[in-house]
């Protein structure tokens, strides 16, 4: 009898630290992109915003403009308030027209990478289309290099197209892509919204992905869209939505995800944020 009590209490054991080494973790900082207060910034000003973001205990941030400040400004502003400027988006016009402006820019604002979120424009997104992107990409992902700053890519979910044996425009993006020059950030409402699986695609592409944009997406909103366009009040609190974030999370922790940060473009996001960050507060080591 004591003997199998002894063997029970080994089995729990082993089955309680099993248990503890599947539970994934955020292997990679969370920050902010800081268009999730796009409203704020315009209404309150940028001081106050960035107030709200030190508050909430952020210190990394994704910028997306500067609200009208000169880069040098809005760095100080982020300085002051312990804010690390990681990464900011950029027009993909002004990607093919003055990367070396952009660069400047980057330098001058603290960043070490420098993207773009949209380059769907009149055309549609088809494999010329596709194979076009890629090369101004690679062009522009040169240059920057060049710079000491790094190029990455927002998808945004009309790059799914089906092409090839089972594949989609995507992976044709990524094949087309100097890996060198070229990394992508996942937003995964983009991923799930066109019916995508983001756990999946990360596995895929282990070493492409710099950055995630945490994000969920309403339960009951249909998927399998390419238009890269949902109402923003489809964007709900991380775990009540459609993502399957133990999975996510899981995944690039396997992966090259050097940073994940929260987005929320939804006009509650003041309300949301907070509770977000409890969310995620089960992930953490």
């Known amino acids: 009898m004591i003997r199998h009590i002894a063997a029970c209490i080994v089995l729990l054991a082993v089955s309680v630290v099993a248990s503890a080494e599947e539970k994934p973790m955020l292997k990679a900082p969370v920050g902010l992109q800081l268009y999730s207060l796009r409203t704020q910034f315009q209404a309150e000003g940028v001081p106050k915003t960035l107030d709200r973001v030190k508050d909430l205990g952020f210190k990394y941030v994704e910028l997306a403009g500067t609200y009208n400040l000169p880069p040098d400004k809005f760095k100080a502003m982020l300085d002051e308030r312990g804010l690390t400027p990681i990464a900011g988006h950029f027009s993909f016009d002004r990607f093919k027209a003055d990367p070396e402006g952009i660069a400047s820019d980057a330098k001058a604002l603290g960043l070490q990478y420098a993207g773009t979120a949209w380059v769907k424009g009149k055309e549609p997104f088809d494999e010329k289309y596709c194979r076009e992107v890629a090369a101004a990409f690679n062009k522009a992902g040169k240059a920057l290099a060049d710079k000491g700053i790094k190029f990455y890519y927002h998808i945004h979910g009309y790059e799914f197209v089906p092409f090839g044996d089972g594949g989609t425009l995507f992976d044709l993006l990524v094949k087309e892509t100097d890996p060198q020059y070229v990394s992508f950030e996942m937003d995964i409402l983009w991923v799930v919204y066109p019916g995508q699986d983001p756990a999946k695609l990360l596995a895929k592409y282990p070493d492409r992905f710099c950055f995630t944009h945490l994000k969920d997406l309403r339960k009951g909103v249909p998927t399998g869209a390419l238009t890269g366009n949902t109402d923003v009040r489809n ?10 974030y133990p999975a996510v999370i899981r995944a690039a ?9 929260i987005e ?17 507060e089960q992930f953490k080591q």
């Open 235 to 244: 964007d709900v609190t991380l775990g009540t939505g459609q993502v399957d």
């Open 264 to 280: 929320d473009e939804s006009p509650t996001v003041i309300t949301q944020l907070p509770q977000t960050l409890k969310f995620l």
């Open 253 to 261: 922790a396997n992966s090259g995800v050097k940073y994940h940060f």
